[in-house]
């Protein structure tokens, strides 16, 4: 029986927090202040979706926690990384998130920028030194995706089109190529590099699987812009109306917010209709599904 989701996300969230704390360099280690500020930027906050995605995706092929752990720890520090470098001043020049000073506030910017470089290698480092798949192949195949996910034809390429675009009117489609590029391909990272721990896939159940991972994480992002929009500073623990107050085009500014939540339910009906091949065991992906969604932070 699948258990209640949350109790489930609850148990995901102290794993994954538990490997990060086992994994980062403790801060009695030189560089002591780098090593001080990797841990702050990435333990004890965030909603741990990545994680969760690969978790809910390592349940679909019978995968161990242990080694989705470490996969989705990668993961989620490649996400922190983007998030440390993203708030820099040359950057989004953001002083808050997850409810607390960023990272180059807290520290300063050399340091944020460490921090980032560090933890990105760091991502890597865990994908080679650990054995997460049955045969050598599929690992090397986790640690192209996640490079491929993180670089200039996924998040930082996204992240390029994303500061180009400030004050420009961009069309849905291009609006589409941008999150698709700097949220979607970490997320769909995270459905595939959890599937790949467990049994291999078939060569349709692994096309479905990337397509709901896909939709997910364009959902992801138009329900990101929602938010932005609509919710309040204390309740994201970031600064709210960013988008608008830096000019940025947005789901928001091009649908409007009812278009856009209807756009996410899209994406949502689209992403579980990938998942039907797979019947009952793919349930976990549909709960972290309806709570990306359905999320009001
Ligand atoms: C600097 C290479 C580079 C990339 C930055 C992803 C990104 C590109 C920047 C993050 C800034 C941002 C607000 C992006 C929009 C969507 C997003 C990734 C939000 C933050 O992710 P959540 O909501 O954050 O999963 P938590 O804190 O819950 O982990």
Redesign the pocket.
């Known amino acids: 029986m699948i258990a209640d989701f949350q109790d489930w996300a609850k148990s995901r969230q102290a794993n994954i927090e538990s490997v990060l704390q086992t994994f980062l360099p403790a801060a009695d280690i030189a560089p002591e202040r780098l090593h001080d500020a990797m841990r702050y930027a990435v333990l004890g906050?965030?909603?741990?979706?990545?994680p969760l995605l690969a978790f809910a995706a390592g349940e679909l092929t019978g995968a161990s926690e242990e080694r989705v752990g470490i996969a989705a720890a990668a993961v989620?520090l490649i996400?922190?990384?983007?998030?440390v470098?993203?708030d820099l001043p040359c950057?989004?020049d953001d002083v808050l998130?997850?409810g607390k000073p960023t990272c180059h506030i807290q520290y300063d910017e050399a340091i944020a920028l460490l921090t980032?470089d560090s933890l990105q290698s760091l991502a890597f480092q865990l994908l080679a030194e650990h054995r997460l798949a049955d045969d050598a192949q599929t690992q090397l195949e986790m640690i192209r995706r996640l490079a491929q996910a993180?670089g200039s034809r996924g998040?930082?390429g996204?992240?390029a089109v994303?500061l180009d675009s400030v004050g420009k009117a961009l069309s849905l489609p291009e609006l589409e190529f941008m999150h698709i590029h700097?949220?979607g391909a970490?997320i769909r990272a995270a459905v595939m590099l959890g599937a790949y721990c467990g049994a291999s896939l078939g060569e349709s159940e692994a096309v479905n699987l990337d397509h709901f991972a896909k939709c997910i994480g364009l959902a992801?992002?138009v329900v990101?812009d929602v938010l932005?929009a609509e919710a309040t500073t204390a309740t994201l623990?970031?600064t709210a109306g960013k988008d608008a107050e830096n000019n940025k085009p947005t789901y928001i500014s091009l649908l409007g917010a009812r278009q856009a939540r209807e756009l996410a339910e899209g994406l949502r009906r689209d992403a579980c209709q990938s998942l039907e091949i797979f019947g009952a065991k793919a349930e976990r992906l549909r709960q972290v599904t309806d709570f990306i969604i359905q999320r009001n932070f």
């Open positions: 906050g965030g909603k741990r979706v990545r989620e996400h922190v990384y983007s998030l470098h993203d950057m989004d998130r997850r980032g993180a998040m930082a996204g992240q994303d700097k949220t970490l992801f992002q990101d932005d623990g970031k």
